[in-house]
Protein backbone atom coordinates (compact mmCIF):
# COMPACT_ATOMS: atom_id res chain seq x y z
CA UNK A 1 0.00 0.00 0.00
CA UNK A 2 1.19 3.23 -1.15
CA UNK A 3 0.83 7.20 -0.54
CA UNK A 4 -0.61 8.75 -3.21
CA UNK A 5 0.81 11.45 -4.91
CA UNK A 6 -0.26 15.21 -4.25
CA UNK A 7 -1.91 15.43 -7.48
CA UNK A 8 -3.29 11.94 -7.49
CA UNK A 9 -4.88 12.54 -4.38
CA UNK A 10 -6.64 15.71 -5.03
CA UNK A 11 -8.21 13.48 -8.10
CA UNK A 12 -8.75 10.66 -6.38
CA UNK A 13 -10.74 12.51 -3.56
CA UNK A 14 -13.49 13.44 -6.30
CA UNK A 15 -12.92 10.43 -7.85
CA UNK A 16 -13.23 7.65 -4.96
CA UNK A 17 -15.03 4.71 -6.24
CA UNK A 18 -18.97 5.74 -6.03
CA UNK A 19 -20.57 8.48 -7.84
CA UNK A 20 -22.03 9.11 -4.39
CA UNK A 21 -18.41 9.21 -2.87
CA UNK A 22 -17.79 11.44 -5.63
CA UNK A 23 -20.90 14.03 -5.11
CA UNK A 24 -20.12 13.99 -1.34
CA UNK A 25 -16.71 14.54 -1.55
CA UNK A 26 -17.78 17.96 -4.14
CA UNK A 27 -19.52 19.23 -1.46
CA UNK A 28 -16.62 19.70 1.24
CA UNK A 29 -15.24 23.12 1.34
CA UNK A 30 -12.31 24.94 2.20
CA UNK A 31 -10.50 26.81 3.82
CA UNK A 32 -10.01 23.41 6.22
CA UNK A 33 -10.67 20.84 3.84
CA UNK A 34 -8.07 18.68 4.07
CA UNK A 35 -7.78 14.96 2.50
CA UNK A 36 -5.86 12.08 2.27
CA UNK A 37 -6.77 8.85 0.10
CA UNK A 38 -4.07 5.42 -0.09
CA UNK A 39 -4.60 3.22 -3.02
CA UNK A 40 -2.95 0.31 -4.83
CA UNK A 41 -2.75 -0.20 -8.63
CA UNK A 42 -4.18 2.84 -9.42
CA UNK A 43 -7.39 1.68 -7.59
CA UNK A 44 -8.77 4.14 -4.70
CA UNK A 45 -9.32 1.78 -1.51
CA UNK A 46 -10.30 4.47 1.01
CA UNK A 47 -10.46 7.84 2.01
CA UNK A 48 -10.54 10.73 5.08
CA UNK A 49 -11.56 14.03 4.86
CA UNK A 50 -12.24 17.28 6.66
CA UNK A 51 -14.38 20.31 6.85
CA UNK A 52 -15.49 23.01 8.98
CA UNK A 53 -18.60 21.77 10.48
CA UNK A 54 -20.50 24.77 9.67
CA UNK A 55 -20.28 27.85 7.77
CA UNK A 56 -21.36 30.81 10.85
CA UNK A 57 -18.21 32.19 12.27
CA UNK A 58 -19.39 30.46 15.83
CA UNK A 59 -17.84 27.18 13.94
CA UNK A 60 -14.61 28.54 13.04
CA UNK A 61 -12.52 26.30 15.01
CA UNK A 62 -14.95 23.15 14.69
CA UNK A 63 -14.44 20.60 11.44
CA UNK A 64 -16.15 17.38 10.37
CA UNK A 65 -14.44 14.40 9.87
CA UNK A 66 -15.40 11.66 7.21
CA UNK A 67 -13.35 8.05 6.33
CA UNK A 68 -14.33 5.57 3.88
CA UNK A 69 -12.95 2.48 2.72
CA UNK A 70 -13.87 0.22 0.17
CA UNK A 71 -15.25 -3.53 1.66
CA UNK A 72 -12.34 -5.25 0.52
CA UNK A 73 -10.27 -3.01 2.23
CA UNK A 74 -11.59 -3.05 5.28
CA UNK A 75 -10.08 -4.32 8.91
CA UNK A 76 -6.25 -4.11 7.44
CA UNK A 77 -5.50 -0.73 9.48
CA UNK A 78 -6.04 1.06 6.22
CA UNK A 79 -8.39 3.07 8.42
CA UNK A 80 -6.07 4.33 10.94
CA UNK A 81 -3.23 4.78 8.67
CA UNK A 82 -5.74 7.44 6.95
CA UNK A 83 -7.26 9.45 10.27
CA UNK A 84 -3.14 9.25 11.37
CA UNK A 85 -2.26 10.96 7.73
CA UNK A 86 -5.30 13.42 8.27
CA UNK A 87 -5.09 14.01 11.84
CA UNK A 88 -1.19 15.01 11.20
CA UNK A 89 -2.51 17.39 8.18
CA UNK A 90 -4.87 19.11 10.41
CA UNK A 91 -2.54 19.19 13.49
CA UNK A 92 -1.06 22.82 12.62
CA UNK A 93 -4.81 24.31 11.95
CA UNK A 94 -6.26 26.31 14.32
CA UNK A 95 -8.90 23.63 15.22
CA UNK A 96 -10.85 23.60 18.65
CA UNK A 97 -13.55 20.52 17.86
CA UNK A 98 -13.24 17.90 15.79
CA UNK A 99 -16.82 15.83 15.18
CA UNK A 100 -17.36 12.47 13.14
CA UNK A 101 -21.33 11.27 12.55
CA UNK A 102 -21.55 7.39 12.24
CA UNK A 103 -24.41 5.78 10.72
CA UNK A 104 -25.58 2.68 12.68
CA UNK A 105 -24.66 0.15 12.95
CA UNK A 106 -21.53 0.41 12.21
CA UNK A 107 -19.00 -1.26 15.35
CA UNK A 108 -15.90 -0.87 13.36
CA UNK A 109 -16.15 2.50 12.60
CA UNK A 110 -17.38 3.05 16.78
CA UNK A 111 -14.50 1.49 17.55
CA UNK A 112 -11.71 3.13 15.31
CA UNK A 113 -13.21 6.43 16.45
CA UNK A 114 -12.78 5.53 19.78
CA UNK A 115 -9.20 4.54 19.22
CA UNK A 116 -8.49 8.44 18.06
CA UNK A 117 -9.85 9.41 21.07
CA UNK A 118 -13.46 10.25 20.13
CA UNK A 119 -16.15 10.25 22.99
CA UNK A 120 -19.94 9.59 22.38
CA UNK A 121 -22.13 12.67 22.25
CA UNK A 122 -25.44 10.98 21.12
CA UNK A 123 -27.59 9.61 18.77
CA UNK A 124 -29.50 11.46 15.86
CA UNK A 125 -32.42 8.90 15.78
CA UNK A 126 -33.71 8.30 12.07
CA UNK A 127 -32.79 11.32 10.68
CA UNK A 128 -31.35 10.32 7.26
CA UNK A 129 -32.60 8.35 4.42
CA UNK A 130 -30.25 5.60 3.16
CA UNK A 131 -30.90 2.79 0.45
CA UNK A 132 -34.14 3.72 0.71
CA UNK A 133 -34.47 3.57 4.94
CA UNK A 134 -33.97 5.53 7.62
CA UNK A 135 -31.14 5.89 9.52
CA UNK A 136 -29.46 6.29 12.66
CA UNK A 137 -26.23 8.64 13.47
CA UNK A 138 -23.45 8.37 16.43
CA UNK A 139 -22.05 11.53 16.92
CA UNK A 140 -18.93 11.67 18.30
CA UNK A 141 -16.06 14.27 19.26
CA UNK A 142 -12.71 14.97 20.46
CA UNK A 143 -10.92 18.17 21.31
CA UNK A 144 -7.73 18.74 19.08
CA UNK A 145 -6.23 19.72 22.30
CA UNK A 146 -6.49 16.16 23.78
CA UNK A 147 -3.15 14.80 22.88
CA UNK A 148 -3.55 12.06 19.32
CA UNK A 149 -3.52 8.50 21.13
CA UNK A 150 -4.13 5.88 19.15
CA UNK A 151 -4.92 3.07 21.40
Same mark, same amino acid.
Given at each position: ?12 ? %? ?61 ? %? ?22 ? %? ?34 SSLWMQRLQSDPLRVR
Amino acid at each position: MSVVPAATRRRAL %GLCWSSTTTAYLSGWRAPTTKGTARGRGGQVLGYACSQIHRDQEAFRETVEVSIGLVKGSRGQ %GLGTSLYRALFGLLADEPIHAVLA %GIALPNDASVALHRRFGFSDVGIFREYAVKNGQYISSLWMQRLQSDPLRVR
